[in-house]
């Protein structure tokens, strides 16, 4: 009997007892190759000795001192290093424990924003469909992933949710892609002038979307015109990066793929690397300066922010990330891994789209590939493929619900940007098998499925 509270509660789970590069141990001596960084969270692997020494140097030092006090110099670097990696306007950086408690920092940093510039009567946010923005209330409520949503639905404040931008499922065969970015940037205005334009705070949205809809890269000028859109009736853009950023899609921050910049952004998992838990708001000048010439206080905060020893991993991570050229390698395994997806998959008759950017890549599956037919919910083929890749010995991150929260299945990867080329062979190797074999059965289920569906139609 175990006395942690899983998440899953009847879990029986390896016990990890050892990390090595792209790797993971467990207390049988099993090795499994980390597929997915956990959650796009190992971008250097485990065990890496530079990340290492900066934690134990840190802890040597001092690990810990309230931010009510003192600040420190691995924070103060750190701040240094993601300014001067980002576009000059972002000058600014807040230091959290995570992804939720990022996302949360910066719905309230842009509150406050709008507070002390005069405009109190913005109090609306607007965020997409089939988004994931964290598990706290605030960021629940901006998500769009309606599974997550459902029963804390009663606890959510009121947030308006347009299309997410989705080129496989959504444009239409008539349409280019700048066409459907046109259409999706009309919708936001339409829904900025429905709510009214002076209620509104911000638009909040996934560069690339990570678990909930499978690494869902944004259409050509999609968020340049969106960035219009938020200029012209003065709504804050907040970018979260949580799962795509530090390097992940290719470039150190993902919205630089995307010309814009964003008034705010978030960061977390890569940051620490999983060497310590961090997250990250990056603020424009504009939203620190009228608060520190406004107020001069940020009306939020939390014990850990920019804990010593998280920072100290993060300004490790990041050095590394650069000194190593992995923005470089990112690109160049990213697009490897991409075509041994394409070479070993793209023919099966269930794969309906590989897609991605960088090593942050997802595989949509469906039971009709001409018609996007979803599988049917009854396979349970995300949890299939993550038991059966987990016992040939590889980590890959398989969700449900990927069209609605519902419907549809999906694998992220998110491999170490460290990944050989021999690693991502065996990567996909493993990843082709697992699912070959659990197709095997789904296929079975999804016949059952039609027979069934049709006699109720009959009937």
Same mark, same amino acid.
């Given at each position: 009997?175990?006395?942690?509270?899983?998440?899953?509660?009847?879990?029986?789970?390896?016990?990890?007892?050892?990390?090595?590069?792209?790797?993971?141990?467990?207390?049988?001596?099993?090795?499994?190759?980390?597929?997915?960084?956990?959650?796009?969270?190992?971008?250097?692997?485990?065990?890496?000795?530079?990340?290492?020494?900066?934690?134990?140097?840190?802890?040597?030092?001092?690990?810990?001192?309230?931010?009510?006090?003192?600040?420190?110099?691995?924070?103060?670097?750190?701040?240094?290093?993601?300014?001067? !990696?980002?576009?000059?306007?972002?000058?600014?950086?807040?230091?959290?424990?995570?992804?939720?408690?990022?996302?949360?920092?910066?719905?309230?940093?842009?509150?406050? $924003?709008?507070?002390?510039?005069?405009?109190?009567?913005?109090?609306?946010?607007?965020?997409?469909?089939?988004?994931?923005?964290?598990?706290?209330?605030?960021?629940?409520?901006?998500?769009?992933?309606?599974?997550?949503?459902?029963?804390?639905?009663?606890?959510?404040?009121?947030?308006?949710?347009?299309?997410?931008?989705?080129?496989?499922?959504?444009?239409?065969?008539?349409?280019?892609?700048?066409? $459907?970015?046109?259409?999706?940037?009309?919708?936001?205005?339409?829904?900025?002038?429905?709510?009214?334009?002076?209620?509104?705070?911000?638009?909040?949205?996934?560069?690339?979307?990570?678990?909930?809809?499978?690494?869902?890269?944004?259409? =050509?000028?999609?968020?340049?015109?969106?960035?219009?859109?938020?200029?012209?009736?003065?709504? !804050?853009?907040?970018?979260?990066?949580?799962?795509?950023?530090?390097?992940?899609?290719?470039?150190?921050?993902?919205?630089?793929?995307?010309?814009?910049?964003?008034?705010?952004?978030?960061?977390?998992?890569?940051?620490?690397?999983?060497?310590?838990?961090?997250?990250?708001?990056?603020?424009?000048? =504009?939203?620190?300066?009228?608060?520190?010439?406004?107020?001069?206080?940020?009306?939020?905060?939390?014990?850990?922010?920019?804990?010593?020893?998280?920072?100290?991993?993060?300004?490790?991570?990041?050095?590394?990330?650069?000194?190593?050229?992995?923005?470089?390698?990112?690109?160049?395994?990213? =697009?490897?891994?991409?075509?041994?997806?394409?070479?070993?998959?793209?023919?099966?008759? $269930?794969?309906?789209?590989?897609?991605?950017?960088?090593?942050?890549?997802?595989?949509?599956?469906?039971?009709?590939?001409?018609?996007?037919?979803?599988?049917?919910?009854?396979?349970?083929?995300?949890?299939?493929? =993550?038991?059966?890749?987990?016992?040939?010995?590889?980590?890959?991150?398989?969700?449900?619900?990927?069209?609605?929260?519902?419907?549809?299945?999906?694998?992220?990867?998110?491999?170490?940007?460290?990944?050989?080329?021999?690693?991502?062979?065996?990567?996909?190797?493993?990843?082709?098998?697992?699912?070959?074999?659990?197709?095997?059965?789904?296929?079975?289920?999804?016949?059952?499925?039609?027979?069934?569906?049709?006699?109720?139609?009959?009937?």
């Amino acid at each position: 009997m175990t006395h942690v509270f899983h998440r899953h509660c009847h879990s029986q789970l390896p016990t990890v007892v050892r990390g090595e590069g792209v790797y993971l141990y467990d207390s049988d001596g099993k090795r499994y190759l980390d597929g997915c960084g956990g959650a796009a969270v190992s971008n250097l692997g485990h065990n890496h000795a530079a990340v290492k020494h900066a934690v134990m140097a840190q802890l040597e030092a001092v690990p810990f001192a309230h931010t009510g006090f003192f600040t420190s110099s691995s924070s103060e670097q750190l701040a240094s290093l993601l300014a001067s !990696l980002a576009p000059a306007p972002l000058n600014h950086v807040y230091f959290v424990s995570g992804g939720s408690e990022a996302v949360e920092s910066a719905l309230k940093m842009a509150r406050q $924003y709008f507070v002390e510039i005069g405009q109190p009567e913005r109090t609306q946010f607007i965020a997409r469909r089939q988004s994931y923005h964290g598990n706290t209330l605030g960021a629940l409520a901006v998500g769009g992933n309606q599974w997550r949503r459902t029963q804390f639905e009663p606890l959510l404040s009121d947030v308006h949710h347009v299309s997410p931008c989705n080129a496989y499922r959504d444009m239409r065969v008539d349409e280019t892609e700048i066409e $459907y970015s046109k259409r999706l940037a009309d919708e936001l205005e339409q829904t900025i002038l429905d709510i009214g334009a002076d209620n509104v705070m911000a638009f909040v949205a996934e560069p690339v979307v990570g678990a909930t809809a499978g690494a869902v890269p944004a259409t =050509k000028h999609y968020f340049k015109l969106v960035r219009e859109v938020c200029d012209r009736y003065g709504v !804050l853009l907040i970018l979260d990066e949580v799962m795509c950023g530090v390097g992940r899609t290719g470039s150190f921050y993902a919205f630089e793929q995307e010309e814009v910049v964003p008034d705010l952004v978030t960061i977390a998992k890569g940051l620490g690397a999983g060497y310590q838990p961090i997250g990250a708001v990056i603020a424009s000048n =504009k939203i620190f300066e009228k608060i520190a010439s406004g107020s001069g206080f940020f009306q939020h905060g939390h014990t850990f922010m920019a804990h010593p020893m998280a920072c100290a991993a993060a300004l490790a991570t990041v050095r590394t990330i650069i000194s190593d050229g992995l923005l470089k390698k990112v690109q160049e395994q990213g =697009k490897k891994l991409k075509s041994l997806l394409q070479r070993d998959l793209s023919s099966l008759p $269930y794969i309906g789209d590989i897609r991605g950017k960088g090593m942050f890549l997802g595989i949509e599956l469906v039971s009709d590939k001409s018609a996007k037919r979803p599988l049917h919910s009854s396979t349970l083929a995300h949890k299939k493929i =993550k038991s059966k890749a987990m016992e040939l010995g590889l980590m890959c991150y398989p969700m449900s619900g990927t069209i609605d929260g519902s419907s549809g299945h999906h694998i992220l990867l998110a491999p170490p940007f460290i990944i050989s080329d021999n690693e991502l062979e065996e990567l996909v190797y493993k990843l082709t098998i697992a699912i070959k074999e659990c197709a095997a059965h789904w296929e079975v289920k999804e016949s059952l499925n039609e027979k069934q569906d049709s006699y109720y139609r009959c009937a």
